[in-house]
């Protein structure tokens, strides 16, 4: 319907003058045009209009959030066909990751579960094989009696269990140390995953089963070195001093990952949003993370999209830091607008690519042409384009505050 589509696929559309916001306004009131007569869109407004007008910060985050739409696909984001491609806010899939608990607690856990996350999530347990062979996830329900949830696949929806701790560890070992990311190469898609079975998933649920060689998505990245705890009451994180530590760097962080299943409850649930803040108190951050926070600002209040912030988490994990001020304020930018699309960041500020890394590092094998290591100063001012900002005043605030150099 021609009224449903963005203002670029009308030609001379007057809305192109309009703000980004108001045109997603403009199509939500169009959309609800098309569902309920005027007579019923009146009836439901003097109903809501009964309700309190405040609040609580997490639902108009979860408004906000479920609004939002990719930053590629210029679809009407009301359309069925165009769901598909929104951004979720992979912070809020975490509440399934809790440390081992009694089979009582387990079974009301289960009984109080989201049915949307259930049928959103594709559940995996140990006795199903990961290897190359296996590409077809289970939808079965995971066992809650003494199972053990991998945080790092629920991330992507994907629910891993295992039966055993040591179950987990192996993968945790196997799946999530790949130093690679996986970049989907169907035109217009730019997700890309850390690990080769969430792109899988992708490609079977997002494009019909693609057979595309699995290989060619395949990118190797800078050695990993800096591992962050996922869970909420966690502050944990790990640095390796150079590349030939990471390895036992990172089994000693698996081993403290799992320990928090014999916590209970007090350990708090697995996010990805924990996991970013968890990167940004690493010891070469922390200082300016600390001094660039907002007076009054929560810093848990920030939520990070697992797609929107992988450049800006891989450069954490990989300690290409480059501008602290730069990558601080851009963080907390993206915190504070999970789903939104944010422009004018500068174009050196890419995922770290091991063939062509020019990052000079302590303790970092290079395979690109080094670079200069001078830092250009920061004299001029850019404006973050942000959408869908669930905290304005804070944005504002760090928009103010942003600081780019111009070419």
Known sequence: ??????????????????????RVDRQMIRHLLGKYSREELGRLL????????????????????????SHEDSSNMFDSTSSNNAFSDTSSTCGSVTSNVSPRASTSRKRHASPSTTRASIALTDESSWDAEDTTPTTAAPKQKGSF?????????IQKTCTRKNDLKRHMEDFHHTNAQWFCRHRGCQMVFDWQ?????HLKNS?????????????????????ACGFENCLQVFEAPSDAHAGPTFKEYVSHVVKHFDEGASSGQWSYSARMRNLLRQSSVLSTWSQSLWPDADPSRLRWNSQTSSVLRKRLETRHLGDLQFLVQYAIALGSSPNGAIQNFRADFVTPIRSECRMAIHGHNRAGVPAATT?????????????????????????????????
């Open 207 to 227: 494009h019909g089963g693609s057979r595309m060689n699995l290989d060619d998505a395949k990118v190797p990245l800078c050695p990993q070195t800096v591992f």
């Open 149 to 157: 949830t991998c945080g790092f696949c629920l991330e992507e929806g």
């Open 1 to 22: 319907m021609a009224q449903g589509l963005w203002p670029d696929q009308e030609g001379m559309s007057p809305e192109l003058n309009l703000p980004q916001q108001e």
């Open 375 to 407: 830092t250009p100063e920061p004299d001029h001012m850019v404006q973050y384009g942000m959408s869908n900002a669930a905290n304005p005043a804070m944005v504002a605030y760090y928009q103010r505050q942003a600081y780019m150099p111009q070419p």
């Open 46 to 69: 003097q109903e809501e209009g009964r309700l309190s007008p405040s609040s609580s910060y997490e639902e108009r985050s979860f408004m906000l959030s479920s609004s939002g739409s």
């Open 197 to 201: 079975t969430a792109y899988k998933a």
